[in-house]
């Protein structure tokens, strides 16, 4: 249903784009979001995106990141700016459809001091 690209290893300060391709149209679902985790730490919400078109952001990245959607290619993106080490972990997008939660396979995002 959905597949993560785009992690990498980038400096502090450093930006990346992480990419999550759906299988069906993004209008499909009703929430569409970015989360991480984080080496011994519990997955966090990053960006959040409702059909409504609210977007909400985890306090640590507000200003920094920001979610993005290509409704042709069926791709929402996260550009991350101004990179921190404490942004590194295991990125995962997920989307919800009525009671059914998908997450695409993860993507590392590893930012160096």
């Known amino acids: 249903q959905l597949q993560a690209s785009g992690g990498g290893l980038v400096q502090a300060g450093g930006s990346l784009r992480l990419s999550c391709a759906a299988s069906e149209s993004i209008y499909s679902f009703d929430v569409l979001g970015w989360y991480r985790q984080a080496p011994g730490k519990q997955r966090e919400s990053v960006a959040v995106?409702?059909?409504?078109?609210?977007?909400d952001y985890a306090d640590s990245v507000k200003g920094r990141f920001a979610f993005s959607t290509d409704v042709a290619k069926n791709t929402v993106y996260l550009k991350m700016n101004r990179l921190k080490p404490e942004d590194t972990g295991v990125y995962y997008c997920?989307?919800?459809?009525?009671?059914?939660?998908?997450w695409g396979q993860g993507t590392q995002v590893t930012v160096s001091s």
């Open positions: 997920n989307a919800q459809q009525f009671s059914t939660s998908y």
């Open positions: 995106f409702t059909s409504a078109g609210r977007a």
